[in-house]
């Protein structure tokens, strides 16, 4: 356990200092598939380092589709922080979608109850947005 946590903290490394090949070679050295998950899952920061085209390469690297959706979550919720709400929007709808192929139906409920607040989320960011916007422009009048 002790190596994956360590190869975990080194691939968050690597991202980080923008070494996203040494980083995405991380997970593969792990024995645990839910501890690669859950380096995986990390895919956000991708998405804080403006490199936010690998985070969909990371986020596929992802086996169980469980997880990949909490991962999805995750890096939607760093979509809106950035206001990428079109890519935030593509995301949550493929977690729509691989949630409704879950079997476990409390995973699924589990799952539908965060797309639900995200969607609620992304909605306030663009009334916020388009608030500013309509500010802005009345200065100009």
């Not at 923008?18 to 690669?36: T, V």
């Not at 390469?57 to 979550?73: H, Q």
């Not at 965060?114 to 009334?127: F, M, P, T, V």
Request: charged share 20%; hydrophobic share 40%.
């Amino acid at each position: 356990m002790m190596r994956e946590s360590l190869l975990h903290e080194l691939a968050l490394g690597y991202a980080t200092a923008g070494h996203y090949e040494e980083a995405l070679r991380m997970p593969a050295l792990m024995n645990s598939q839910e501890q690669q998950n859950y380096t995986l899952g990390d895919s956000k920061l991708f998405v804080r380092s403006g490199n936010s085209g690998r985070v969909f390469e990371v986020s596929g690297m992802i086996k169980d589709n469980y997880a990949r959706v909490i991962c999805d979550l995750g890096v939607v919720d760093a979509f809106i922080a950035s206001e990428q709400l079109a890519l935030a929007d593509h995301t949550l709808s493929e977690a729509l979608v691989r949630t409704g192929m879950n079997r476990a139906a409390r995973q699924k409920a589990q799952t539908f109850i965060e797309i639900a607040a995200r969607l609620g989320a992304q909605k306030n960011k663009l009334q916020s947005l388009r608030n500013s916007i309509r500010g802005s422009s009345t200065l100009w009048l």
